[in-house]
């Protein structure tokens, strides 16, 4: 038993080994790591079932040779909360591969991505059940180099590879802050285990503030809050696309995890560390929902998704924070439940929209959504899959985003009831500004559905795209039930809600959130549902008894020869939006140069770069380049100069020292 | 009992009010105009008619309707009229409710997208922007009745205290009032928003996404539509008129009253306004969410 | 601390002096000659007791610094045909100049350490740290390959000048090591003089400048 | 006993490479010398001798360091018949036995327990350099050579002065002057502390500048840019350890005169300074070898911080010095084997980090890095194409390159981040907040630099340009995963021995 998650991390780990079978055996090795993976997944499965009911049936401590280092797992509801999407996600993403990138279509990379993907997933899970910052650290960069690999899978594009130098930059520059964490943690506390106690009590406000900025810009650079979320859209857009889920899914989450696990360590945190989250949540949430109203890459735009997605789970966790501040336990509970709920929700249905962007990708061969259309005929199961993930990510009901999103919101107007004048701002700029978000949402979703699988195909490769097989299908079916099972049935994850808040905050009562609304929100979800069906049976009642005409072309206003061409492009349904945001977005707009009676043809480009990567660090980076650059002319090779640099070090230092 | 009324009434009432509407805006131009029961006798025609659809479109080209009628009519049973209860109330009916309506609004715009024809997609474009404008002042406005009420449900912020709180709050509910008023405007594409008379595609909103839908279907869309008024309406009322006579067939008479004058309102509106350009169109929902937004702060201050 | 030991060390500080002003390659390595052979002959009158290592550290000076040195240099320079070093980098009135300041700063230096009893008011640190000093400039400021092998083998009479106070720190093992490694050192580096003369067809280490960022 | 054979068994067998007659055989007195000095190594640090005479012993730091330069030695040994197999027609001769000189010589300082005789044995370490450099016997590795010989020898007659200046402080103070490391630190209380305090600045600035300290590190690309491979690794992992090795005995005297805190001032300052230069000079470097020259310059300024910083941060650079000298060999072997399949020393341009048109308006900014360096024109490199693409056409040394820079820049699990890890904490710990935080800023800088390029070569299209037969061979490979296996190790696992060691090492220098 107090093995069932190392075991899972292990079996993940030695998955892509087994896949690494010579050539002729290849399919074997395939279906025997993803085997592995699903195994693995299973016993975590398992593992975190145990952690949420039992958290020290599965305690592991033993000593570590290392400095400082203790091998000691621990799997609370906390750490399960994250592990059961995590092995859920993976499993799924891992059978997707099979078939999305077989061995048999990408000889040269398919063995190397089922091994670092395995390599990933069991250093995700390790980073959730690590009590120790050297183990912590140890799964995260697993996780985060396992990951950078498979970013650069298709590293001759050079695209990708500079997503993927991009990532590994970023990643390096959270982990660096990670390192500058734990240290001033360890300073303060003597220790790199997470069984703290408090550690408010012993640090000085300096002190604090430090810890607070180090574990935002380290944790808040993998979850990819704005503005440090510049390595996201490429590598997210650029790596394949099951890898995408996982990352985009559950990778992401980690930064979360990180923020979570630590700020409990904090019992009476500073006002300003809530206020702050959730002053980066309400930017991310925006600013990252109307970057992917103007992106043309299916794969960009969802990624940016996940940017507002993290924005409304910091938004929860600010909430929550702000709550313990000022202690006012109905926000702790309901900031934390929704944060963590959606941690579950994100999870599932990125994943289900990454991977049935891929299925759309592997018929299309495209991720441009300007070039897709009338896909719903061709692949009407991604269609579905891809439908579900939509109304579920706009947080509409009766799926399960609205539960998550209803938790936030009730959060955040029991804050602005509040006197206290912190609390009040959060829930005045929260709430609207939510609002705001998942209309955005709904705008952005609409018009992806509508322009990739709606209409007529804008290109001849996408009239002829087919269905993807079962393998594809399945999970995406697994994750579209289970978005609909937590949209349906929400009391079913409040228990485990509640130990997991439980744990974060152990002043909570047992109960968080109001459970008894979630049942008749199972009503009301019901309800709407029936009004659905009886609706729907009434229309196909009427179309059977009065003859309904079904071949003949749009009508459009009685244009009589429409082509795919006319159709409204998805550059054009989001411009008045985008235009709203220009001052954040800075779109750039190619115009043809339209002159005489008869103009060349020509073609209206808009393209949406990310502001704070092409505005800010780039240009920082293209400007101390040369700066540093300019030092180099200190070594022209002249020994001469060298020998003088020397006399002048020993005269400075004999000046300075003696 | 009374939830029953409540049920009839929202399923039989939404069609006259547009009657109403209409007649109040014939008399301000001085023309008789159809009869006040025309659209009952538009959807019965509607619903005996076949239909014609394009070979474009799919199944979402006919949930648009279905849900859009379907969210409207689950929203319905969510509202308070008058000083009666609703029949389903929870903790979180009022994102319940604002979302359901974001959800008909996915489902209109997808189906409007499914005809692959620009008219629509432009309109589907015009009304997810102006939808996204609406929503912060739809909350704002309920971040101002939550605060006074103490809780996120319409029976407790419509409930019997709101009487109390206009002795007291009276700036900002005025605020919130016409603030969702604007909103309701917004949301049922009424003038000065989108004009439901003119069928010149290209300024329209509402109607230019449902150009390829016709008999059933159009008849679902057009009560959806009147339903959507009713709902909205009840809400404005709900907070306009929070008054309460002890006697429950009162309270029924009382809300219907309040009803009519909210219809005659958007008779009124929509007669002395002009359609405003489409880019005057969010200046507009700005403005209505700071008005709410002052009445939060004229509240907490 | 015999009384012979500071003229001798004026004489090799006016012999510094000498190295920064001259121009030519050839009086360059005379001067060096003559400093190693001073050295060897201050090594015997340093302490005021004579033992077996102050011979043997002597008579090492005197062959190496004084005779092997600077016939392998002179050898080098025969088959070069150098006879001139061609304007130093900073000219030889500044380097004179930065010279004197030198000599002049490590006086003032030596004078802020406190001094053993037996080196009381003797010229053995300062001078020591002014040979250092001038070996220094002459490294940093010569352009001829050879004439920094010249200042290294300065800047190293400077450090056996030092070394002299301290004769009985050194096992005599350790000091025949130093030799041998000094030997070596210049050794070798005559030969990539020669290498270079070969690559290059010049000793100017001016043209040792292409590997650079 | 067994230290005086550490130092004369690899003499030794020099002698027998320069007597050898067969050519082919010679390059396996190597490996040869490497598991002799090895299994002397780990009886010499098993057994724990006496001290046999006050010139010969070893210290804490030495233990370790002897047995990381043994195993980095061994692995270089094998590797080198491979890879002269690969060179015929140069001087294998001399090469073999100034191999084999040099380890002796290593040996010898880290056994030296007499600070004269270690003086004697880094000097000679440079001699013996000289010939490995000029391997080439072009007019690059001449220019290197010459710079290397001279700055060097510079630095160490500085430290030589340094060493005369302690000796003197002994003088003054009454004492019979020794240069005996055990007296030495008898007698620190009463040294006399001007000349112990210039006396030490001296030796840092001359022993620094073997170790390649900034502003002393100037000959460190040069030398590492020209020298092969294995050169480089016995170079940076081999010498320059022991050069920190000798500028720790002299801060042991310090801390044992009461003034540790007088010499942790002067590395904390040289240490961020050492790699502040290196990541400066890192940011867009094309020319791989100098870049891990100045990661070199960058990992002994970690090293000297970490001694800087103390207390805890001490233990974190032991750690450092003995897994930095392992990830060395681990580079500089891999860059070997990729410059000699792609005849090329510089990395395609990297992609991502510089503005494209589209991505900002500084998209024609001058990017300098792109003009090639003067290193490009002769005539040797002209035609050799950048280097790109090499996880598609090599492998096994791409990934070993890929792998060695996550471990050099101290990415978990590799040893390097558990000793990265225990200098940051050392540092918070003891109150130097600021130079932590300037440390992990650093880090990032230097991460930055030296990625770009190293994605620039492992990531990309193979180029077809580079002949076919040119490949990874065994002998070529297996040392160098032999090594990163090490690092990796070390990382993941201390056993008792080496925890104890390490401890041990941290204690001799901090302690009394």
Known sequence: ?658 | MHYLVHVLLVLALPPLLLGIANRVKALFAGRRGPPVLQLYFDLAKLARKSTVQSRTTSFVFRAGPVVALATTACAAMLVPLGAHKAPLSFGGDLVFFAYLFALGRFFTVAAALDTGSAFEGMGGAREVTFGALAEPALFFGLLVLTRLGGAVRFAVVLGPGLADHWVEAAPSLVLVAVSLFVVLLSETCRVPFDDPNTHLELTMIHEVMVLDHGGPALGMILYGAAMKLFVLGAVVVGVALPASSGNAWLDWLLFLGGMLGCTVLVGVVESIMARLKLVAVPKLLVTACLLSAVGLVLLVR | MSALASPLLVVVLLINLFLLGTSRVRAAITGAAAQGVLLGVLALVIDDALSGSHIAVAAGAIVLKGIAFPALLARAIRDLAVRREIEPLIGLVPSLLLGAIGTAASLLFASSLPLAPAHEGSLVVPGALATVFTGFMLLTTRRKAITQVVGYLVLENGLFIMGLGLLEAMPFLVEVGILLDLFVGIFVMGIIINHMRREFGSIDTERLTSLRE | MVLAALILVPLGLALVALLWPVARQRPWLLPLGGVAHLVLSIVAVAGRPEQLTPWLGLDPIARLLLVAVSVLFLATSLYTPGYLALKPGRDQRVFTACLLALLGMISAILAAQHLGLMWVALEACTLTTAPLLYFHRNARSLEALWKYLLVGSVGIAIAFLGTLFLAYSALHAGLKPSLVLSDLVGDAPRLSRPWLHSGFVLLFIGYGTKMGLAPMHTWKPDAYGEASGLVGTLLAGGVSSAAFLAILRFHKILVAAGDGAFGRQIMLVAGLLSIAVAAAFMARLRDFKRLLAYSSVEHMGILVLGVGIGGGATLGAMLHLVNNALVKGVLFLAAGNIHRVYGSKRAAAPEGLTPTPHEGERGEAADEADRPPPSATSPALASSVPVSGLLRRLPWSGALLLLGFLAVTGSPPFGTFVSELTIVRGAFATGHGAAGVAFLGLLFVVFVGMGSTVLAMAQGPAPSTVPAERRDTLLTIAPVVALLACVLGLGLYLPAGLQTAFAEAAAWLEGP
């Open chain 1, 1 to 658: 038993m107090r093995w069932l998650i190392p075991c899972a991390i292990a079996l993940t780990a030695l998955s892509g080994v087994a896949g690494l079978l010579p050539a002729r055996r290849a399919r074997l090795g395939e279906l025997l790591a993803v085997g592995l993976v699903v195994l693995g997944a299973a016993l975590g499965l398992a593992g975190s079932v145990v952690g949420f009911v039992a958290s020290d049936a599965l305690r592991i401590d033993l000593p570590w040779s290392l400095p400082g280092a203790r091998l000691l797992v621990r799997v609370d509801a906390l750490s399960s909360m994250f592990l059961a999407p995590l092995f859920f996600v993976s499993a799924a993403g891992a059978v997707y591969g099979l078939s999305y990138w077989p061995v048999r279509e990408h000889p040269r990379d398919a063995r190397g991505v089922r091994l670092y993907y395995g390599l990933t997933v069991a250093g995700l899970a390790t980073v959730l059940c690590a009590a120790n910052a050297v183990l912590f650290l140890v799964g995260w960069e697993v996780m985060a180099l396992g990951a950078f690999m498979l970013v650069g899978t298709e590293h001759e594009r050079a695209e990708v590879r500079g997503a993927s130098l991009v990532y590994l930059v970023s990643t390096r520059a959270g982990t660096l802050c990670l390192f500058g964490f734990f240290g001033l943690l360890y300073a303060i506390t003597g220790s790199l285990d997470f069984d703290l106690g408090a550690v408010a009590g012993r640090a000085s406000a300096t002190e604090l503030h430090g810890l607070f900025v180090l574990a935002l810009c380290g944790f808040g650079l993998k979850a990819g809050l704005m503005p440090l979320h510049v390595w996201l859209p490429g590598a997210h857009a650029n790596a394949p696309s099951h890898v995408s889920a996982l990352m985009s899914g559950v990778l992401l989450k980690m930064g979360v995890y990180g923020l979570v696990r630590t700020t409990a360590f904090f019992p009476t945190p500073p006002l300003w560390w809530g206020a702050a989250l959730v002053g980066c949540g309400v930017v991310s949430g925006i600013l990252g929902v109307a970057f992917a109203l103007g992106q043309h890459d299916l794969k960009r735009l969802l990624a940016y998704h996940s940017v507002e997605n993290i924005g409304i789970i910091a938004l929860g966790l600010g909430l929550a924070l702000v709550g313990r501040s000022l202690g006012a336990p109905a926000l702790v509970g309901l900031g934390l439940a929704g944060a963590l709920l959606h941690v579950w929700n994100h999870g599932l249905f990125k994943a289900l929209l990454f991977l049935a962007a891929g299925a759309v990708v592997h018929a299309t061969g495209t991720r441009e959504i300007d070039a897709l259309g009338g896909l719903g005929k061709r692949m009407p199961k991604t269609a579905l899959a891809f439908l579900v993930g939509s109304v579920a990510i706009c947080g509409l009901p009766p799926l399960n985003g609205f539960v998550s999103e209803l938790l936030v919101y009730l959060g955040l107007f029991e804050a602005a009831a509040s006197p206290d004048a912190p609390a009040w701002l959060v829930g005045a700029l929260g709430a609207p500004a939510l609002a705001l978000i998942g209309a955005l949402a709904v705008a952005c979703f609409v018009k992806v559905y509508g322009v990739v699988f709606l209409g007529e195909p804008r290109s001849a490769k996408v009239d002829k795209a087919h269905e993807v097989d079962k393998l594809m299908t399945g999970p995406m079916a697994a994750l579209g039930a289970a978005c609909a099972l937590i949209g349906l049935a929400p009391a079913l994850v409040m228990p485990a809600l509640a130990r997991a808040a439980h744990t974060w905050a152990p002043e909570l009562a047992d109960e968080v959130g109001p459970v008894a609304s979630l049942a008749w929100l199972s009503l009301a979800n019901g309800l709407l549902l029936g009004l659905v069906l009886v609706a729907a049976a009434w229309l196909a009642w009427r179309a059977r008894a009065a003859a309904t005409v079904r071949d003949v072309p749009t009508w459009d206003c009685g244009y009589a020869a429409p082509t795919p061409r006319m159709q409204y492009t998805a550059s054009s349904f989001a411009a008045t939006l985008v235009g709203f945001f220009a001052f954040a977005l800075r779109p750039s707009r190619f115009r043809p140069e339209l002159v005489g009676p008869f103009p060349q043809r020509g073609t209206l480009f808009t393209s949406l770069p990310d502001v704070v990567l092409g505005r800010l660090i780039l240009p920082a980076f293209a400007l101390i380049g040369p700066l540093l650059a300019r030092l180099r002319k200190l070594t022209q090779g002249s020994v001469h100069t060298y020998l003088l640099y020397m006399l002048v070090a020993v005269v400075a230092a004999l000046l300075v020292w003696r």
